[in-house]
């Protein structure tokens, strides 16, 4: 009798831990969140401390970006390093558009806050190397 009622309490215990294993489980087929050009926009606020003007003036310029780079990335018939020409082209665009926007601070904390990644001659970038003189015959 002991290991009837025992073997009632297992499956009940059972039962109720696969129901809250199903109500915790997330769902494996969402999709991520999607990415929101306002996103960059409220970033770069915070990070550079833009005021509400600044940010209305700079997200249709970030939403462009985001487009273009979109479209780009999406582009299989240009080679990898073409690709990666046009995005540096794009960043560079995006902070000259950018630049009167920005105090002369902001923009270089901007520049800065790329580096690793920013087009040649961004503020923040890194110096192109030197290119040796050729040797004297």
């Known amino acids: 009798m002991w290991a009837v009622i025992a073997s009632g309490l297992l499956a009940v215990s059972a039962t109720q831990a696969q ?6 489980a997330p769902a494996t087929n969402a999709a991520p969140p ?9 970033a770069m606020g915070k990070t550079l ?3 509400d003007e600044q940010k209305t003036k700079a997200r249709p ?6 487009k273009a ?9 240009a080679s990898a390093a073409d690709r990666q020409t046009k995005f ?28 690793g990644r920013p087009a040649p001659g961004a503020p923040g970038a890194p110096a192109a ?6 040797p004297a015959k």
């Open 88 to 115: 540096r082209t794009l960043r560079l665009d995006t902070l000259e558009k950018l630049k009167p926007i920005l105090t002369p601070d902001q923009y270089e904390r901007y520049g800065r806050a790329l580096k």
């Open 34 to 42: 999607a990415f929101k050009p306002m996103d960059r926009t409220d």
């Open 69 to 77: 780079m979109m479209e780009l990335r999406n582009d299989k018939s």
């Open 129 to 134: 190397p030197a290119v040796p003189a050729a």
């Open 61 to 66: 310029i970030l939403e462009a970006e985001t």
């Open 19 to 24: 129901e809250l294993k199903d109500q915790k």
């Open 49 to 51: 401390g833009l005021t």
